[in-house]
């Protein structure tokens, strides 16, 4: 599989489990404790770690600096993309302190962030900037990308 295909194909994983995070949120909003919802915003937490910090690696390092050599690249969608990874890596460490504390508020708080700015990164990429690059991209370029990919 080549390395856009992976990126999409990991986004339909994240939007499965973002569902159940919001189910969890919701729950947790109408008055659930952390505790009664530690399944499930574990579960995600190790998405976190594990896959979503991978896949955001990936086109940090192997998508990103590729396209960026595409001239209006770098200063348009990538600066876009890379700013919302910081947002969700500060989302992210909030979402897990909230859950290693039990505190509720800012688990909801972390995961209304996380919904909402996930959610949208995923739909910017899988409508904007994969389909930039397959198009402004060489097949050369393409290849190299998934060279850089980290498995």
């Known amino acids: 599989m080549k390395a856009l295909e992976i990126f ?5 994983t994240v939007l499965g489990k973002l569902r159940e995070l919001r189910e969890s949120v919701n729950r947790l909003r109408e008055g659930a404790g952390v505790e009664a919802e530690r399944g499930t915003l574990e579960d995600f937490n ?6 979503i910090r991978k896949h955001f690696k990936n086109e ?3 998508l990103f600096p590729v396209l960026g050599s595409v001239p209006g690249m770098r200063n348009g969608p990538i600066t876009v993309m890379l700013a919302e990874h ?38 910017k990429e899988d409508n904007v ?14 290849e190299e990308v998934d060279k850089r990919m980290v498995q």
């Open 60 to 62: 940090e390092e192997a």
């Open 86 to 123: 910081d947002i969700l890596y500060n989302a992210f460490n909030e979402f897990n302190s909230g859950v290693e504390e039990e505190n509720r508020e800012q688990v909801i708080n972390a995961g209304d962030k996380i919904l909402t700015v996930l959610t949208d990164h995923i739909h």
């Open 8 to 12: 999409e194909s990991e986004h339909q």
């Open 46 to 51: 190790r998405l976190i770690e594990g896959d």
């Open 129 to 142: 900037l994969f389909p930039m690059s397959r198009q402004y991209l060489r097949s050369d370029q393409l």
